[in-house]
């Protein structure tokens, strides 16, 4: 049975050897997604939601009118009432196997993880 994280409880994780890193290296291949139909044009999102499935999870990216979000912390600070719901668009609907969300994870890490690391370096720059 597989747990959150996609892991079977009868998994261990591999043995991390300097030869099997190479390895794993050596053996990555870059890949290029040709563009169908308008699907190179970027799309804003400001909002996404989870639903999980049996074997996926579906992530949709919507977008909130920034001028209502901006509006609402004012409006919970003078005591105002809160609206029970917002309408937004949906802007895309991504379907996930479990694998693919696990990569996005490790993917989304290292990104935090640079622009952490690129703030704090340009804060120590500001500093000196």
Partial sequence: MADAKGKKEDD????STPDTAKAAERTR???RLA???NSDQPVLANYTNLNISPGMVFIDF???EPAMLAALPRVARSGGKLPERLNGKLAVRVALGYDTLANLHQQLG???TSL???ARAAGAKKDA
């Fill in 62 to 64: 919507g977008f909130l």
């Fill in 35 to 37: 563009p169908v139909d």
């Fill in 116 to 118: 952490s690391q690129a």
């Fill in 110 to 112: 290292r990104v935090l």
């Fill in 29 to 31: 291949m870059g890949i």
């Fill in 12 to 15: 261990k994780p591999a043995a």
